[in-house]
């Protein structure tokens, strides 16, 4: 059975792929490419961000949210944890970062609130 690969529908989805491309490009658009932590961190994060959104377009749904909040968190954080010396890198990965957890809370509750609208009563 072939897999279904539908287009993004919500607003969220694209505001996540513009994210991903965002911080795929930003060590050449705000000169830090030469930070090599931070080059490595953006280009990592961003190519599994863009696995992550792909695997949505076929098949998970809420297992892709959790996994966005985990990878913007670590966007958030990474700045202290690998030393990243660029302020620049520093400030957009901790505005990525939390973009991103911000929009995979916001569908993990639409999510939930289409289940539940789905679910039928208990006679």
Known sequence: ???RVTMPSQWQDWVSW???LALLLS?????YWTESKALTNAVICGFLLIA???LTLTVLRLWEEVLNVVLGTWLIVSPLV???ANVT???LFLLIGAAV???AFLEIRDIRNR???TKKPAR
Do not use: K, S
């Not at 060590?27 to 000169?31: D, G």
């Open 27 to 31: 060590p050449w658009i705000f000169l």
């Open 1 to 3: 059975m072939p897999t």
């Open 89 to 91: 890198a520093a400030i």
């Open 101 to 103: 957890v911000a929009l």
């Open 82 to 84: 690998l030393q990243i």
């Open 52 to 54: 992550i959104e792909v």
């Open 18 to 20: 513009g994210l991903v």
């Open 115 to 117: 289940d539940q609208m």
